[in-house]
Structure formats: C-alpha cells, structure tokens
C-alpha cells in the first residue's frame, strides 16, 4: 500500500469525517505510529482526523495512546484496537482496523475508563 492508496482507503473509511467527531472539514491524515518511528502508508496505520483532533492527539500522547490512536513503535496497527466512530456503524466503539478499509466492531460496553478531557464525544456530534 502507497502514500495514495491509503489516503484514499481511509477517507472512504471514514466517509469523508472525522473519525473522532465526525467534522467534515479540516481533515488530516493522523499516523498512530509516526513515519519517524517507522510507520507506514497504511490503512490500518492512519486515522483521519480534523485539525482541531489531531492536535489534541500530539498535545496529549498519553491519551492517544490509550485511545489506540497512537500504536508504539513495534507494535502492530491491526492488532491494537482504537476508539473512534465508524460512519459504518454509526457508533462510536472500540474497533480493530484492516487494510482493506474495513472495521470491525469490537464492544461497545467498555468505554475507555477516563474519557479524556476535551476529547469529543460522537454520540453528541450524532444527536
Ligand atoms: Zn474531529
């Protein structure tokens, strides 16, 4: 998978939002594990995030990371289950990425237990 195929596969993933807050502007590729720590163009390694989110992800790593949208370097993309909304679901859950643009839904009764501050909640951008 190249730099292009992934931007794509991602943004049909997310349908064009945010897949924090389901915002459709201001929208950027966010690696959870960076390019300098050896992160690929990945579908499994990307997140599209707005602006004002993917912001928050590098002014909080501890959070990120434990949100699954920040995977530690050596540590597999797919393997490492990240919470966001899928448009798919229409559902904000726990979810584990692939390739080929699918997620599957793990759980939705195990939020994580701190909701981060400031992180935004989709079921209110869904309300
Ligand atoms: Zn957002």
């Known amino acids: 998978v190249n730099e292009a195929s992934a931007r794509k596969i991602v943004r049909e993933r997310a349908d064009g939002r945010c897949e924090a807050c389901c915002s459709s502007r201001d929208l950027e590729w966010s690696h959870r594990i ?6 690929l163009w990945a579908p499994t390694n990307g ?8 912001a928050w992800a590098h002014a909080h790593p501890n959070h990120a990371r434990a949100l699954g949208w920040h995977v530690l370097t050596g540590d ?6 990240v ?3 899928s448009i798919q679901f229409a559902w904000t859950a726990w979810f584990r990425l692939d390739d080929e643009g699918l997620v599957t839904w793990l759980t939705d009764d195990n939020e994580p237990e701190h ?6 909640r989709v079921s209110e951008a869904f309300a």
């Open 83 to 85: 919470w966001m909304q």
């Open 34 to 39: 960076a390019r300098g720590r050896g992160g």
């Open 115 to 120: 909701l981060p501050e400031g992180m935004p």
């Open 47 to 54: 997140l599209l995030l707005c602006r004002r989110d993917h």
């Open 76 to 81: 597999d993309p797919a393997a490492i289950p």
